[in-house]
């Protein structure tokens, strides 16, 4: 697949203006919009009884149906819940490197370190796919104190360079067994991930299962904060996905989704 680079500013923080960031000329994926409802027209003659014809039209259309949705998982794998009348919750498994809608109004979530300029798990996959400009934009973020860049519970903001989408927003999620407060961590975490992303007029976002790595985070309480959390900023976007690398954390971000909302 072709990637498209950009060259533009290295980081922008959370005080600079999403202008300052010049959105992403083409889009290399196709987006993961809905399907449109089938149209009903009023009727224009007296109501006939039902023919051949439009008995097999209406089993064309609940097959069809049935075809785009198992369950609820649309044919693209997506669950969708709605948080509020303008905002769906999206649960998928995936690889979130090659998740995007737009390329202009989208953000996916790295789960990186406090030094921010790279690791193993989704954070490594984050970067091979970005190119070397995400780990120079990493590097321009000022340091907090030495060697942090973004200290745990906190968020920061970067172009997003080969991805397919606008930006890349990075946070540190808690060591589970490490952490005074693992839960505040995360809540703060995902508040802080909504909250720059808002400031920067993004209106998709993807998250992955931040802390249930290598920071060993148990799933089943990792994805009630998650859920719980994301749904506190339901008005502020039109999409707040899930994108779940292994079964197991689809399946709790699932019953957790079921559950509260
Ligand atoms: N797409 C979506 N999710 C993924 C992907 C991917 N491509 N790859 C892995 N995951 P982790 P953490 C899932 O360890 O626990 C790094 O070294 C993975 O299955 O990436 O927050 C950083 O530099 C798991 O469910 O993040 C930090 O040092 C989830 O992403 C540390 O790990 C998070 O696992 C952060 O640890």
Avoid at 69 to 79: A, I
Avoid at 244 to 256: I, P, R, T, V
């Amino acid at each position: 697949m072709a990637m498209v680079g950009r060259s533009f500013s290295l980081c922008c923080l959370p005080s600079q203006a999403a202008g300052a960031c010049p959105a992403k000329p083409t889009i290399l994926r196709p987006s993961f919009s809905a399907v449109a409802p089938l149209q009903c027209h009023p009727p224009t003659h007296r109501p006939r009884a039902p023919s051949s014809f439009s008995f097999s039209f209406s089993f064309f259309r609940c097959v069809r149906g049935m075809a785009r949705s198992d369950n609820g998982v649309s044919r693209d794998g997506q669950k969708s819940f709605p948080l509020s009348s303008t905002c769906l919750l999206k649960l998928q498994r995936g690889d979130i490197t090659k998740w995007s809608v737009d390329g202009t109004s989208d953000a996916i979530v790295n789960a990186a370190n406090e030094r921010m300029l790279g690791g193993g798990g989704v954070d490594g996959a984050i970067h091979r796919a970005a190119g070397p400009e995400l780990r120079e934009a990493c590097w321009n973020v000022p340091e907090v104190r030495p060697g942090v860049r973004c200290p745990t519970g906190e968020a920061r903001i970067t172009g997003a360079y080969r991805l397919p989408v606008s930006r890349v927003i990075h946070t540190v999620g808690p060591v589970y067994d490490i952490d005074e407060h693992p839960e505040a961590s995360l809540r703060s975490v995902y508040r802080n991930c909504l909250r720059i992303a808002k400031e920067n007029h993004i209106q998709y976002i993807a998250f992955p299962a931040i802390s249930c790595g290598v920071f060993r985070y148990p799933l089943s309480e990792a994805s009630y904060v998650a859920v719980s959390t994301v749904k506190e900023f339901a008005d502020d976007f039109k999409e707040i996905h899930f994108v779940l690398f292994s079964d197991d954390a689809y399946s709790a971000w699932l019953e957790k989704a079921n559950e509260v909302l």
